[in-house]
Nanobody
Framework: QVQLVESGGGLVQPGGSLRLSCAASGFTFSRYTMSWYRQVPGKERELVAFVGPTGDYTSYADSVQGRFTISRDNAKNTMFLQMNSLKPEDTAVYYC?????????WGQGTQVTVSS
């Protein structure tokens, strides 16, 4: 059974940094693309970034390009999102995602709040 567990969210001031983690289990982590999404109340969930199975390919939403860095440690079955220069508009619940066996799998989410 696929399990994705996010951690690392919290309250941070504008301009600050946070590092999110996603611990994965129940599948061969190193074979699958992994993604971060985020969602604010009343809006659709949006793709923030994704990383290929080996970590050598990454892609970012325009809104976070140059500020966020996605990475993974396949030896530890963990994905990361380093978020720098945070803005109030980055406030959202951040979700870890993968598609295993053609079926989408989501974590429970971690809240990130950027506010002074």
């Amino acid at each position: 059974q696929v399990q994705l567990v996010e951690s690392g969210g919290g309250l941070v001031q504008p301009g600050g940094s946070l590092r999110l983690s996603c611990a994965a289990s129940g599948f061969t982590f190193s074979r699958y693309t992994m993604s971060w999404y985020r969602q604010v109340p009343g809006k659709e969930r949006e793709l923030v970034a994704f990383v290929g199975p080996t970590g050598d390919y990454t892609s970012y939403a325009d809104s976070v390009q140059g500020r966020f860095t996605i990475s993974r440690d396949n030896a530890k079955n963990t994905m990361f999102l380093q978020m720098n220069s945070l803005k109030p508009e980055d406030t959202a619940v951040y979700y870890c995602f993968t598609q295993y066996g053609g079926r989408p799998s989501w974590g429970q989410g971690t809240q990130v709040t950027v506010s002074s």
